[in-house]
Structures are given as structure tokens and as C-alpha cells.
């Protein structure tokens, strides 16, 4: 080290140069190193006389001297054991071991004790030391699990017995480590293959349980009996399975010793109950069972199964309960649940099915349940009147069902939707004609009750109903007839209704499905700006006879359904109005023609009875035969037949209507409910009715066999003309093809249900009409003629 020096003439110092000192082995002192002399520890002294020094001819810088440096060198000697070291400190050691083990007090305190480890540790006797406290705890612990060889036989209180056991050698082994805790840190430690005095002890215990297989057999079993009481009912002492279990876990014998067997057990056990449960209880019960069992099983992990258990064990017992069961399950219960929307128990099965992944089944069956149920639904034709009601409700179940059962699985849905197509489509147009006439019901006047929300929302629902139809031709033509039925009658409920529902068809199936269904509703606004110009108009202030008001519909025949045209000689009042109306028209639209329907006339009557005056709403063939008795008392089939030209099945259902309904404006001789050839009628003196205005049901308002049958085959016509078309599109652009890619091609082009057949014919009439050839070298290829 620098020691400073001082100076009379200045305040520099000067370093000293450093000593070497080493340490004699046999003492702590430092001593001088004799090879440095004493001159060597003098200080470098300026020049006294301050003159400079001589020097070379050539003058070199001045270099400070260098301090030379003092080392300390420290030995350490080897310590020496004293004589019969090991000995005494084991002695000691061994009566504290010995003492421990038989849980008797030592005189020794524990700080020589733990001196005495730490003596035979630094006097490198670690090893010895380890392997004389290993073989002593083996003594103790061999001979505490002998100790349980042939005790009780009661199997609780044998595992009271080795859990007490196990619970005294853990806390011997701890007792143990605490006063070596010194050779744990040391020798341990340095050494490989050597285990940790807790490790040594527990191997100990594992070693001499192994060779106790009686002790180890009867634990096992008594373990699995404690669990199988607690599954049967009963309530066992958890605490004693938990630290047992925790002690094959500790031991490292947990999977091999206990968990092999348990799941053997939980196997046979499940298995057992699973086929029991299944023949005693529905299917709801049965659920809610599995469900308990797999929560119990759950909690046996958290509170004493090792946590390496509860996938397996979990498994085991959805296997045996639920996987086993799954087809009988659906067959016993499924439908039943269904049928009796039992939402909470589907949603049971929904989930416990997800856990061993059978929801493909449940959809399955989910399937043939819409399919069997939707079955009775549409193919019973007595109950058509309801079917379209019925479906809507059964919907509305299965939509209810899969938002809360079945967790809104888009597979699920899609399967609702694919079993609804295939049954609304059994009967190939019933369902889509029997639609539409739910909806004229539902739009037609005299809905009392219904707000116009709930109107919209069963609009909504229906439209559900009218994507699954293929033919949807059927269905418009059906709806366009029940609309101009509303239209023209002023039947409507609601004209903003109306326009709603086209609005949702449109959205559906594009402006080209609504386009007549939009025209109709020009039509009759058109109408009535036409009707406001003619009562302005000079020829209706003029020519007009009075006493009439009338109103005229005109039509664009491309719209509107087909009517046949029905003949009827009109009163001559109603004749003149017909004619100055034409008059009217055709002076404003030039080039225009006017064919007048009166099938689909109405009128308001005024009657005097002579019981009262009442206005009688009728149809105008109603009120042409009512208007013959204004010259006449009694008439007969025929003289009414003659005067009016009604057809004669039209005047048949007419005189049926006043003289055989509800409201008998005339009287039939004899009585009778059909109207026959020699029948005669007169006016009803004698009647009355509460009201002033009085419906005469009209019985052009009721739906005949012959209007459904020109209806349908007016579809059919339509699709054939669609078929021809497509069928020269195809052809016009690929100019030659085989008759099975054409067939393929008109299937996947035409949006309506036909059979290949229909196809085979269109295509034939179409060779006939030279619109295409056979192939001369191949029939089975036609070619397109241009």
C-alpha cells in the first residue's frame, strides 16, 4: 500500500514501496518476505542541494520511479479431527434418531445436535453420516409398517390406523431433515445421485410398503369401498381419503397402485347403474341423473382424487352412462320431449351429448322428428283447413327450441330448415295454394282483434313458410286471385298491409314475381281517378239516369287473373250506364278495348219490404234475378232462366243463395236445399232482419273445384312455356348436347318441381315443332335448329 511521507520544504509525498508477507502455516501472523532488503523500503530522496544532476549528451525526460508491491499471501491448514470424532457425534445422533422414532424425549439439545452434524460435515464424514441416518430410518420404518401386518379388519379403521402411521413417519422424517439440515445443504447437495433426507425417507416407505402387500392391498381396497359407499348414499370420512390418496401420490405410486384399479371399479360400477337406470326411469330422470353423477365425480377430484384423475375418470363415466345409451336415449325420450316442448331437459341432453360428441345423432333425430311430425301435419287433407295455421306454430316450437336448447347451433338450423323444405313439398302444391289462402284470410276484412304489429308479425312468419315452397308459381297464382278478389270487392284489410307483403315477396323473389302483383294496385288507383273524371264529365251529367250510382274497375288484362266471360241480360238502367261509360273512356283512350266482367260485379239494393225498408248487398247476378220480381209475384226456374241468360250453374248457386241461405230474400216451392228444374219462386213478403244492411252471401265469393282446377292448370300451362323457353336458351347457346346434360341443365335453371318426364315431352314437342333435331348418328344427342 502508498503511505505518504512528509517534507520541510514542500507538501509532496512519495510512495513507499510494498512489502511481500505470507501466512506461517502453523501460526496467523504475517511476516516480512527476507529476500527484500531494507535500502528497498527507503524512500527516494530529492536531491539536497537542489542542482541538477549530470547528465548524458543527449538529455533524456525524467521517468518517475515505480513503488514495488507488498503481497499478503493467506494459507488455511487442514483441520484435524479429533480422535473418535464419528463416533461420539453419531452416538449422539443415533439416540436422538432412535428417540424421534419412538416419540421419546432426548436429553440432547437440539443445538448440539445440530453441531454435531455440521462437525462430521466439515470433517468431510457427510457420506458415512448419510447412509447411517438412511439405515436407521430404514430400521424405524420397516418395523412401523410390519406393526400394521394383521390388525383389524375393519377397513375404515385399518386406514385410520395407516393414515396415522404415514402421519407420524412424515413428521419423523421432517424432525430428521431439521437437525441435518446441514448435511441436506452440503453433501446432498455436492453429491449426484443422492437423494434429499425427505426423498431418502419417502423412498423408505415406498420401498417397505411394496414389501407389504397385504398393508397396500388392504389400503387399495378400502379406498375403493369408502368411494363406492360414498356413490351408493353414504357419507365417509373425506379427510382420511384425502390424506391417504395423497400419500400414494407422494409415494409416487398413485397411477400404478390406486388409479388403475379405481377406474376399473368406476367402469363396472357405471356400466351397472347406467343399464339399471335406463330400464327404471324416462328419459328426463335419466338425464338429470347423469348429470349429478358427472358434478359428484367432479367434486371427488377437487376434494381428494389426485387432479391427474379427472379427465380420465370424467370420461369413464360419460362413456358408461351417457355414450353406451345414446341410440336407446333418443329412441325412449326424444320425441316425447319434443312433443311436449320440454325446453330445460333438451337443453340437458343438448349438453351432456356435446360431451361425447353426439350431436350428430341428436341432429339426426332432430330431423326424422320434423320430418314424422310435419308428415301428419301436411298429408292429412282433412285437416287442410289448419295446416298452414299448424305449421306456423310448429315453427315457432322448433325456432324456440333451437334458440334455447340447443344453443343456436347453426347445424341444427340448418337441419330445421332442410326437414321443413322436404315436408312442406310432400303434396307438391297443396301447401303453396293452401299459404295463400291464408294469407287472403288474414288480410281480409274482418280480422277483428288484430293490431297491425301482430299482423305484421304474422305476415313475417308466413313468408318463413313460403321460402321452403318449390313451386312458387302455384303460390303466386293462387294469391294473385285472392288479391283481386280483395282488391275489387274492397275486402282488404289493410291497404298499407297490402303493399307490405308485396314489398316482402319482392325482396324474396326479385320485381319480376310482384310485377302483375303491383300492376293490380295501379290499376285500381288509376280507377279511381277514371271514375272522379267520369262523374265531372258532360256525358255522366247529361245521359246519366238517376237514382244509380256506379263505379267501374278497368283492368289490364296482363295483370289480373283469367276470368271466363259470363253472359247476363243487365236491367236497362245498368245497360245505359255500361254504354256511356265506354263512350267515356274510349273518347280519352283511343285504341283501347273494354270487356265488362260481370262475374265479378257487386251492388247495393235498395228493397221495401213490407215489414221495412233494407239495402241489401249483393252480387249482380243476384241482383239481376231480384230485379225480375219487380214485375212479377212468382216466377219460375225457368222464366228466370230465360229472362235473366244466366248460365245455368251460375243460376242455380244464385237462386240457391237467396233462397236457401241464411238470408231468404225469396222463396223456394217445394222447400228443398238444391235448386231443381221445376222448382218456382216468389218474393219474401214476410222478411225481416235487425240490421238495415243486409250481406247476401254471394256465391261467387266461395272458392269451386273448377276455379282451383283452371287455376292450377293455368300454372302448369305457364311452366310449360317456361320449359320451352329454357329448353331453347340452352340449346340456342350450346347448339348440340345430349339429352342428359340438357336435362341436367333445365333442373338446375327452372326454379319449380318438375318430373323428367314433363322435361321429356317438352322436348319432343319442340322436335315436332322444328325447333331442334335427333343427331342422325346418335338419338340420344340432339342439335338446335336455327
Known sequence: MSLPT????????????????????????????????????????????GTPMAANLTRKKATPPQPKKLLIKFTKGKPVAPTNLEEQKWATLKTAICAIFLKKRDSCDLEKLYQAVNDLCIHKMG????????????????????????????????????????????DQILMIRDIALYL???????????????????????????????????????LLRMIGSERSGEAPNRGLLNHLLKMFTALGIYAESFEKLFLECTSEFYAAEGVKYMQQSDVPDYLKHVETRLQEEHERCLIYLDA????????????????????????????????????????????????????????????????????GIVMDEEKDKDMVQSLLEFKAALDTTWEESYAKNEAFSNTIKDAFEHLINLRQNRPAELIAKFLDDKLRAGNKGTSEEELEGTLDKVLVLFRFIQGKDVFEAFYKKDLAKRLLLGKSASIDAEKSMISKLKTECGSQFTNKLEGMFKDIELSKEINESFKQSSQARTKLPSGIEMSVHVLTTGYWPTYPP????????????QDIFKEFYLSKYSGRRLMWQNSLGHCVL????????????????????????????????????????????????????????????????????????????????????????????????????????????????????????????????????????LITELFQQLKFPIKPADLKKRIESLIDREYLERDKSNPQVYNYLA
Open 6 to 49: 512528509k517534507r520541510s520544504g514542500g507538501a509532496s509525498t512519495t510512495p513507499m514501496k510494498k512489502a511481500k508477507s505470507i501466512f506461517d502455516p502453523s501460526s496467523n501472523d504475517a511476516v516480512l518476505d527476507p529476500s527484500i532488503s531494507l535500502s528497498d523500503l527507503k524512500p527516494d530522496l530529492p536531491n539536497p542541494r
Open 127 to 170: 457420506g458415512n453420516l448419510y447412509q447411517r441416518i438412511e439405515k436407521e430410518c430404514d430400521v424405524h420404518i420397516s418395523a412401523a409398517l410390519q406393526s400394521l401386518v394383521g390388525q383389524s379388519p375393519d377397513l375404515p379403521s385399518f386406514l385410520s390406523l395407516v393414515d396415522n402411521c404415514w402421519q407420524d413417519i412424515c
Open 184 to 222: 441436506d445443504r452440503t453433501y446432498v447437495k455436492q453429491s449426484s445421485n443422492v437423494r434429499s433426507l425427505w426423498d431418502m425417507g419417502l423412498q423408505l416407505f415406498r420401498k417397505h410398503l411394496s414389501l407389504s402387500p397385504e398393508v397396500q392391498h388392504k389400503t387399495v381396497t378400502g
Open 308 to 375: 391427474s384423475t379427472r379427465k380420465p375418470l370424467i370420461a369413464m363415466t360419460e362413456k358408461q352412462l351417457l355414450e353406451r345409451h345414446i341410440p336407446a336415449i333418443l329412441d325412449k325420450g326424444f320425441f316425447m320431449l319434443m312433443d311436449g316442448n320440454r325446453i330445460e331437459d333438451l337443453q340437458r341432453m343438448y349438453s351432456l351429448f356435446s360431451r361425447v360428441n353426439a350431436l350428430e345423432s341428436l341432429r339426426q333425430a332432430l330431423s326424422s322428428y320434423i320430418r314424422k311430425t310435419g308428415q
Open 566 to 577: 259470363m253472359d247476363v241480360r243487365l236491367p236497362h238502367e245498368l245497360n245505359v250506364y
Open 606 to 741: 235498395k228493397a221495401d219490404f213490407p215489414k221495412g225498408k233494407k239495402e241489401l248487398a249483393v252480387s249482380l247476378f243476384q241482383t239481376v234475378v231480384l230485379m225480375q220480381f219487380n214485375d212479377a209475384e212468382k216466377l219460375s226456374f225457368q222464366d228466370i232462366k230465360d229472362c235473366t241468360g244466366i248460365e245455368d250453374k251460375e243460376l242455380r248457386r244464385t237462386l240457391q243463395s237467396l233462397a236457401c241461405g241464411k238470408v231468404r230474400v225469396l222463396l223456394k216451392m217445394p222447400k228443398g236445399r238444391d235448386v231443381e228444374d221445376d222448382d218456382s219462386f216468389v218474393f219474401n213478403d214476410t222478411f225481416t232482419a235487425p240490421l238495415y244492411r243486409i250481406k247476401v252471401n254471394a256465391i261467387q265469393l266461395k272458392e269451386t273445384v273448377e276455379e282451383n282446377t283452371s287455376t292450377t292448370e293455368r300454372v302448369f300451362q305457364d311452366r310449360q312455356y317456361q320449359v320451352d323457353a329454357a329448353i331453347v336458351r340452352i340449346m340456342k347457346t350450346r347448339k348440340v348436347l345430349s339429352h342428359t346434360l
